[in-house]
């Protein structure tokens, strides 16, 4: 593999017109109504250069970044899952023949535009989240052959995260700021002056990196990205405590906590939309108004619905709370059981799009602390507790 090289900030447009060349469709991050989002991105020019963002629980503005900064700002609004992984997607046909039926299955590649994608700006936490998908959706005894045929050809420019955000908390969870192994370029933009290191991990990457008007990178310039990560790491806004929660979370599934949660929850399922790793899906289908036609959909589902739950005559989680209960006990415990990784990916973006500001990091403390609190009263009193759950 190439050494790590420099690439100056013209060199961009560079890199958009060489993954254009070779076929790809560039998505990278633009400004669009009032937050930074990924788009179609033909020109350089159109990045947010100069813009940042403020995220806080419930909260989401832009704000001046530092003048000339290309990826001045925490994460985009939606993750790459809706690329990769789209909200709805048509899976066949149905047509009435003279004699029943026929099926026609659609693939990714009968969409008018299949272009392989090229995504510009993935965040470390957002590598890691589609490294989770790739292992939940290509790596078990069923391959999802739409996921399979979008993410094999697409091409992953990774930036490392030089302002992360007030909800952000990848470096307590080991995703960030410097993305890890799951791209096939990282870029860490660098200042005084402007530059950008690049270093490329795939051998598809490599051949991108060989066709970029670059120079070896230096000591110095190696020396810079460690010192922003380490800046970064120090800006986290958030953080996660992870080593006990495969056993805290099922142990509290009785904890009081889950009702105060519910007082504020509106299931109104942004959470799960907006998470770069929940996959849930369901099934529609529809037929046109003659009948002749129908089409099975396969669209993103929530396990803050109430259908959701639905078993044979009722919904099993009625109640909010237990919604809540269920989402965060797989995405950070069972999840574990069940695919070998915690779900969460410490990317803030649930705590940022929660209309009612529920944050995480923070129920997670107070269930741990309640915990503690009833054990410490279980211990005093020889585990003799009336009443009362962890
Ligand atoms: S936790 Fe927040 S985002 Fe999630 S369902 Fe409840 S109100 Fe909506
Ligand atoms: S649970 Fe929240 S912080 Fe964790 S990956 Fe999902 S959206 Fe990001």
Redesign the pocket.
Known sequence: MAGPAILAPSGLQALLDVLRARGYRVLGPQVRDGAIVLAELADAAALPVGVGDAQAPGRYRLRDGEPDRVFGFATTAQ?PKAVLFPPDELLWRGRRTADGFSIEPVAPADEPDHRPVAVLGVRG?DVA?IGIHDRVLLGRAHVDAHYAARREEAFLVAVTCSAPGG???CAS?GTGPRPRAGSDLVLTELTEPHRFLVEATTAAGEAVLAELPTAPATADDLAAADALVEAATAQMGRS?RTDDLHELLPASAESPRWAAIAERCLACTN??A?????FCTGVEDASDLTGDLDERHRVWDSCFSLPYSYIHGGAVRTWTASRYRQ??TH??ASWQDQFGT??????????T?CPAGID??AEVATIRELAEAHDAVAAASDGDVLGGHR
């Open positions: 993750s936490c989240a909800t952000c908390f969870v996660l959470c799960t907006v998470c770069p790793t929940c989402w965060l995405k950070l915690s779900g969460c990916v410490g990317c803030g973006r649930c705590i799009w995480l990091t």
